[in-house]
């Protein structure tokens, strides 16, 4: 029979978890974090096509002072402001490289959110809890890849996150909503407005909570406000959402004489075929100097009533798209069952907070009327879907321990441990085939970019359809139109266009053009100075629209 010693000896090592600061368990979930996401660095393929658009504009309107594109006038950068800014502003810590200021902001972002799904989630249901969701977080295969990617993804995400937190807070607490908290949760909308402008709906949904709070909360014991008193934390959360929105919008006012909240043309797009859609956004206009419009002109909902019926055959191809293949994108199967046991365990105190956090999914709804080509639309969704994934772990690691006869704390870990080594299993063996392989997606364009840049130097005019080439050329884009080769021509001597990029997605979305893919058939004045195939069969031919004598293929 053990000694009285020896027992409390154990019960000491059993127990010495409860003993640890949390911010000592957090630190290897952060380093753990840092570790994959530099992995998925390393296998990264090139800059996002967005990224490769929106970054060099904004960089031209801080150096420049000019909202609009010389290239193509008619082409404004309503891009929101503050992922480009900040990542401009990391460039400098990497020699000007805008691709490598933008990453890492993804990344320092990214790692910031493992933190901040920890706090939410010991709001919800304690550090135990919270702790698992931190290491779900540092090992959620999508979130390796946000974290990585040139996107205001985790930006958006770790914002969305602290208004989560303190919303939740604010209906925990008793009374009426305090005027601190409801300013902070107005400025982190108002920032997230900056990153996507979808946030106004999450600040509408939030809004009616806070209004909600006021009216069936108390007055505080012994205080004496006045009538007006109540409403001042509705006051202060639209004052501090309009300070950080409000100047970005009348800028946009003033830029393009219209009022703009988000990206309606991506509401047009997607109600015709791919080609159909070419076709109107990429137009020119009839004397070939410029393009004629994005199709995205006049009232939105007007367009949309004219089109209801394709309208509703885009919502509901959109819907089919979410739930075939961008939620088990966004999180594996494994982890939506974590969240079906974490949406039925129970938590203690008022549900109030909970149900006002998970409304924050009032925007999912609106989503298909957009074009859903990524499934980084949806990672604003993942603190949500790992606060209830980790109530799920605990959940079933605390039955677990009931019936395997050991401690709560060692199911809950262990099953944690199995749950994050599964999520990684697929994207580890995603980057031993490519170690294997040695390809990376993009490379050529990158290559061709750059020997772009070596041999003729940067400020080209580069037409192409992705902006890829002229990203990594240094060179400014113009875009390839849905025309004619003679209208095409024409457009591109106005626009004193040196280069013309086509490849394998350029030859898909305008196929009148899929014959120049091969040298042979372009005409004899132009000049190849690019030509590579890539290991999964495509290629891409750069031409030189204007060689120089004596420069011939």
Known sequence: MPSHSSTSSLYRARHWVARVPAWVLLVPALTLALILRYCEWQHAGIINTDAAAFLPAWKRLLGEGTWQNAAQPSRYTTWPPLYPMLSIGASHLWGGNLELGARSVALLFGLGLVIATYELVCCVRGTMCGLVAAYLTAFCPSLVKFSVMAYPTTLYALLFTIACIVLYKTMQS?????????????????????????????????????????????????????????????????????????????????????????????????????????????????????????????????????????????????????????????????????????????????????LAIASLIAPLFIIPAFVIDHVRMLGWLLPLILLFASMGVCQVGERLAASVAIGPRAAVASLTVAVALGLMLPLTVDWVSQSRTGHKFGAQYEAAGRLLRSRFGSGHRIMARKAWVPFYAGAETVQLPYASLDAMLDYARHKHVRFLVMDGITAGLRPHFAYLLNPENAPASWAVVYYARSPTGGHIVIYDLAPKPGRGR
């Open 174 to 354: 008793t009374g009426r909503p305090s005027s601190h908290r409801t300013a902070l949760l107005g400025a982190c909308l108002g920032l997230a407005f900056l990153c996507r402008p979808g946030a106004v709906m999450l600040f509408a949904v939030t809004l009616a909570w806070l209004i909600w709070k006021t009216l069936r909360g108390e007055r505080s014991p012994g205080s004496h406000q006045s009538r007006a008193a109540p409403w001042l934390p509705i006051l202060a959360a639209l004052g501090a959402f309009a300070i950080f929105s409000g100047p970005y919008v009348i800028a946009i006012r003033i830029q393009t004489g219209r009022w703009i909240l988000s990206k309606s043309g991506n509401v047009r797009i997607g109600l015709q075929t791919a080609q159909a859609d070419e076709k109107v956004r990429w137009s020119l206009n009839a004397d070939h100097t410029d393009l004629a419009g994005t199709g995205s002109e006049g009232p939105l909902l007007s367009f949309i009533w004219a089109h209801r019926g394709e309208f509703v055959r885009k919502i509901g191809r959109n819907m089919s798209i979410i739930l075939r293949r961008r939620l088990t994108e966004l999180a594996p199967v494994a982890l939506w069952v974590l969240v079906g046991a974490g949406v039925i365990a129970r938590t203690e105190g008022p549900p109030s907070g909970l």
